[in-house]
């Protein structure tokens, strides 16, 4: 099984950061309001930057560390 770590733009032009194994289906679900309670009233949500990982412990310690970033940092994550 594999992770992916996912950043995404809201309808509002907000970030969300998060983790999945299944990115497709993932992205489907906060568009249909059941990703998450944050993407629910903001969808719908467009992928802006993913990134693989060898397994869900380093997934999750990269969203952290990414979700600690200034959304300036995230932008230009997105951008390069």
């Known amino acids: 099984m594999s992770w992916v770590v996912y950043i995404l733009e809201c309808a ?3 970030l969300y950061t998060g983790i999945t194994n ?3 289906a993932r992205i489907a679900a906060h568009n249909t309001g059941k990703g998450a309670r944050y993407t629910a009233a903001r969808a719908p ?3 802006r930057w993913s990134t693989p990982a060898r397994d869900r412990s380093e997934a ?3 969203e952290l560390e990414i979700k600690r970033l200034p959304r300036k940092a995230k932008l ?3 951008q390069t």
């Open 60 to 62: 999750s310690k990269l």
């Open 12 to 14: 509002d032009g907000t």
């Open 76 to 78: 230009a994550m997105i």
């Open 45 to 47: 949500v467009t992928l």
């Open 22 to 24: 299944d990115l497709d």
